[in-house]
């Protein structure tokens, strides 16, 4: 599976948009892209998910260039609330479910 | 309504006895995994069972033994309890293929 990089942590204020970068180098021909996100003593929530180019939901952007070799997670406007772990993930798509590994993660703290 | 959910939500007991973690699905879902977050947060997969069989087994010590009755539940036995295996441990859910995994909200085990 191939393993991804991301910054250990990132500070921002109320308001602004958030962009945390992923690096995967070794990424395969099957492998998706998604992101998840961790409140404290909760489990891990999926925000979105990316093949290739530009996705979109009501929480947010996924944008992967043409090689795929990285991708950006980007929170517009974050709250108090968005202080969270976000972790970058990528795997295939098994037939018979989808083997998360989990990196490290990126620890996003907003500041009022 | 609780997607995934997980009983005990903490469990204190001593080294060398046997304890279960029962996890269950309400979202109609074929796929159930299991995963283990230790103190220093990472996230990894123990167990994945799709449609009561199952499908990844990663290096977990025979002491850990999941069991599928149906396909909505998916409860993890622990045999001689071990000191190292205090850690949170998430059930989650998808179905087969890409796509989110649903967690629950986590079992917090600690072996005296």
């Known amino acids: 599976l191939a393993k991804t990089t991301q910054p250990i942590s990132m500070d921002s204020y109320e308001g602004q948009e958030v962009n945390i970068t992923c690096s995967h180098n070794?990424?395969?021909?099957?492998?998706?892209i998604t992101w998840y996100q961790q409140f404290p003593s909760q489990g891990p929530r999926f925000i979105i998910q990316?093949?290739?180019t530009k996705v979109t939901n009501e929480v947010a952007s996924l944008f992967i260039p043409a090689d795929r070799k990285s991708s950006t997670l980007s929170l517009p406007r974050v709250s108090l609330s968005d202080t969270a772990v976000y972790y970058c993930?990528?795997?295939?798509?098994?037939?018979?479910?989808?083997?998360?590994?989990f990196g490290a993660g990126t620890i996003l703290r907003v500041k009022s | 309504d609780t997607a995934v959910s997980q009983t005990p939500k903490y469990l204190v007991t001593q080294m060398g006895n046997d304890k279960s973690i029962k996890c269950e699905q309400n979202?109609?879902?074929?796929?159930m995994y299991w995963y283990k977050q230790d103190s220093k947060k990472f996230l990894k997969i123990m167990f994945s069972?799709?449609?009561?069989?199952?499908?990844i087994n990663e290096t977990v010590p025979n002491r850990f033994s999941p069991k599928s009755p149906d396909k909505a539940h998916l409860n993890l036995h622990i045999n001689s309890l071990e000191l190292g295996d205090s850690a949170v441990y998430f059930c989650?859910?998808?179905?087969?293929?890409?796509?989110?995994?649903?967690f629950g909200p986590g079992t917090r085990l600690t072996v005296t």
């Open positions: 070794n990424i395969a021909t099957n492998d998706y």
């Open positions: 990316g093949y290739k």
């Open positions: 979202l109609g879902h074929d796929t």
């Open positions: 069972y799709n449609n009561k069989e199952l499908i």
């Open positions: 993930l990528v795997g295939d798509s098994m037939e018979y479910g989808n083997k998360l590994v």
């Open positions: 989650a859910s998808s179905q087969t293929g890409p796509g989110e995994q649903y």
